[in-house]
């Protein structure tokens, strides 16, 4: 039951405005950007080999270029194409590319919560701590945790734009 704020031991309403409503449009903005980067990332590290096989160097040099902005680029952790390394590693080609499969998955109606998204990138966290303790560089685990990150992060912007997006499994 409602008291007054006149009365002895009410306790003042206090209007709570929504919070994401506001942030809506900046949410989505932040999400077509990272959309729009992780494609060009994507289509920037196949076209580095792709263009140095048509002997279009220039090309080659500008997608290698960019992709270094994102990426250490070794080649010894990198996926190969026509005798050259991608533009990026295999970590972040399954990182950009989880981004892009998130997004398509979200599309189909795809809904996980917080915590489930937060478990897929803290996979790609504990992949990386087994790697920097032990030493080990096991390829396929370095590109499915980049995937399952990528979804997560995908997810975790989704779920940060849903009021009622659960934190629970």
């Known amino acids: 039951m409602a008291m007054n704020a006149g009365e002895s031991g009410a306790v003042p309403r206090v209007a709570c405005a929504p919070v994401l409503r506001s942030s809506a449009p900046a949410l989505a903005a932040v999400r077509r ?5 992780a494609a060009i990332i994507t289509v920037t590290s196949i ?3 792709l263009a140095e096989q048509a002997r279009a160097y220039q090309l080659s040099s500008l997608a290698y270029d960019l992709d270094w902005w ?3 680029q070794l ?3 990198s996926f190969w194409l026509f005798g050259r390394p991608l533009g990026v ?3 972040c080609s399954g990182l950009y590319l ?3 499969v998130g997004a398509a998955l979200h599309a189909t109606g795809w809904v996980v919560s917080r915590r489930s998204a937060a478990m897929l990138v803290l996979s790609m966290l504990a992949h990386v701590s087994f790697q920097a303790s032990t030493g080990m ?3 396929p685990f370095r590109f499915m945790t980049g995937i399952m990150a990528g979804a997560g992060i995908w997810a975790l912007l989704m779920s ?5 997006a659960p934190f629970a499994t």
């Open 33 to 37: 950007v990272l959309f729009g980067v």
């Open 70 to 72: 994102v990426c250490h």
């Open 47 to 49: 076209i580095g080999p």
């Open 98 to 100: 989880g981004i892009l």
């Open 137 to 139: 560089v096991i390829h």
């Open 160 to 164: 940060s734009a849903r009021k009622d």
């Open 89 to 91: 590693c295999i970590r």
């Open 75 to 77: 080649p010894s952790r």
